[in-house]
């Protein structure tokens, strides 16, 4: 019946990304913006700025800067993630949250989001990854919520997986 696909449904996006359904749960969205926007919504009243990249597309950008102070992380010369700015920008402000590109949709360049999330969570804060491109490119293990490297928030879009359009999933 029509609840059994669902729970297949929710299941398969588990296993695709790495999680337990046990300790996380996926939300079916219309497309990775509206993803992006409940995580912006849900982390809106929680103290702190969100750390935002110079790599990302405005569906991971706009929804933070419409729900409070957003700070951004550069680019290193070579196009990159400038890691040690993130660095700097979690050890002198207050951040609740990494909103970072699981790869960007310019150059391609994917950074090492599970470094990112150490970081995040050493400084208290956590990170939500935008897989939209990464999704068809590379594996993903969002990990589980007890190690320091985990994933908190995932989003994507089904049409960069050659699914219908107006599908997308946040974990």
């Known amino acids: 019946n029509c ?3 669902f729970e297949q449904a929710y299941r398969t996006c588990a296993r695709f990304i790495g999680a337990e359904l046990e300790s996380g749960c996926i939300v079916f969205t219309s497309n ?3 993803a992006c926007d409940i995580v912006a919504h849900a982390m809106k009243d929680r103290q702190g700025a969100v750390i ?7 569906s991971n950008d706009l929804p933070f800067r419409r729900h409070g102070q957003v700070l951004r992380a550069g680019l290193t010369d070579e196009g990159r993630l400038d ?5 700097r920008l979690l050890q002198d402000n ?5 909103a970072v590109t699981g790869a960007a949709n310019v150059t391609g360049w994917m950074p090492d989001i599970h470094a990112l999330a150490r970081m995040a969570h050493d400084a208290g804060a956590l990170i939500c990854v935008d897989a939209a491109q990464l999704m068809a490119h590379a594996p993903i293990d ?15 879009a089904g049409h960069k997986m ?3 359009f107006g599908t997308g999933f946040l974990y």
């Open 52 to 58: 935002v990249t110079d790599l990302e597309h405005h």
């Open 162 to 164: 050659y699914a219908p």
């Open 142 to 156: 969002v990990g589980s919520p007890g190690s320091p490297d985990h994933i908190d928030f995932l989003t994507a």
């Open 32 to 34: 990775t913006t509206n």
């Open 3 to 5: 609840t059994d696909r």
């Open 83 to 87: 890691m040690e700015h993130v660095r």
């Open 94 to 98: 207050d951040i609740k949250l990494i």
